[in-house]
C-alpha cells in the first residue's frame, strides 16, 4: 500500500515570497491533516480535513496560509507572504476516523 | 492550549540497557500515542492507549495511560542501535465536530553508544 506522499521534499524561497506544498493522501483516507514541525519541536496541528470540508483550522494563521482540498483526495498548503519564522518541516498525514493517522515524509521549508 | 511536557529531552545510553521516558499534560486526553521519528522522515506510530490505566506492549516496548488521563510513559528494554531516534509522546483530545488532531510533546532524543 503506497503511504502518504508530499512534495517537493524540500524548499528554499526569499522572505515575502510564496509557496504551495501538495499532499497525496493513502488512497481511501478521509481524514487530512497538515501539521507544521519546527526544528527541535514536536509537530504542531494547522488544519484537519474530513473529505473536502475543513473540521479543525484554529491553529491556521490565516493571515499568511491557506489549504484546500477541493476534491477530497490531494491537499495543497499555502503560505503567502512566508516569514522567516516559517522555516519548518510541513508533514502531511491521512487517516480514517478513529484509527491512527499516517505521517508523509514532509517538505522541508527554509525561508532565507 | 493544551501542552505536554515530556521529559527527559535526551538520554545518552549504553547498548543494552533499558530507557524510560514520559509525558504530562495540562489537561486530560482520551487517547495517548507514542511516535518515533527518524531524520527526514515522518513520525511513525509505536503505541497507542485509549483507556486510562491501559498498559500495552510491542515488542521490547511497554507504554502505559496514565490514572489521570494526564500523563504516559514509554519503556525500552535492552536498546539496541536502530532505536536512536526522536520519540515523541502526543495525546488526541475530543472536540466538537470530529477534530481530533494530536498535541505532540516537544520529544526525547535518544542516542545510544555502542
Known amino acids: 500500500e503506497a503511504g502518504v506522499a508530499q512534495s517537493p521534499r524540500y524548499k528554499i524561497i526569499e522572505k515575502r515570497q510564496s509557496v504551495a506544498f501538495w499532499c497525496n493522501p493513502i488512497?481511501?483516507?478521509?481524514?487530512l491533516y497538515w501539521y507544521q514541525q519546527i526544528l527541535g519541536q514536536g509537530p504542531k496541528l494547522l488544519i484537519q480535513?474530513?473529505?473536502?470540508?475543513?473540521?479543525?483550522d484554529s491553529q491556521l494563521p490565516k493571515d499568511r496560509f491557506s489549504a484546500e482540498r477541493l476534491k477530497g483526495v490531494d491537499s495543497t498548503l499555502k503560505i503567502q507572504p512566508a516569514k522567516l519564522e516559517d522555516s519548518a518541516v510541513y508533514l502531511c498525514?491521512?487517516?480514517?476516523?478513529?484509527?491512527?493517522?499516517?505521517f508523509g515524509q514532509g517538505t522541508r521549508l527554509t525561508v532565507v | 492550549g493544551q501542552q505536554l511536557n515530556q521529559s527527559p529531552q535526551s538520554m545518552f545510553i549504553q547498548e543494552g540497557e533499558d530507557v524510560s521516558m514520559n509525558c504530562t499534560s495540562s489537561s486530560i486526553f482520551n487517547t495517548w500515542l507514542w511516535y518515533k521519528q527518524d531524520p527526514g522522515e515522518g513520525p511513525v506510530l509505536l503505541i497507542a492507549?485509549?483507556?486510562?490505566?491501559e498498559l500495552t506492549s510491542n515488542g521490547r516496548l511497554t507504554a502505559q495511560f496514565g490514572i489521570t488521563r494526564k500523563d504516559s510513559f514509554l519503556n525500552i528494554s535492552a536498546s539496541i542501535p536502530s532505536d536512536v531516534g526522536i520519540y515523541f509522546c502526543?495525546?488526541?483530545?475530543?472536540?466538537?465536530?470530529?477534530?481530533?488532531?494530536?498535541?505532540f510533546g516537544k520529544g526525547t532524543h535518544l542516542i545510544i553508544q555502542p
Open positions: 492507549l485509549y483507556k486510562a490505566g
Open positions: 488512497s481511501g483516507h478521509a481524514t
Open positions: 502526543a495525546g488526541q483530545g475530543v472536540s466538537g465536530g470530529g477534530a481530533d488532531g494530536l498535541t
Open positions: 498525514a491521512s487517516g480514517v476516523a478513529d484509527t491512527e493517522a499516517f
Open positions: 480535513f474530513q473529505n473536502n470540508g475543513v473540521v479543525d
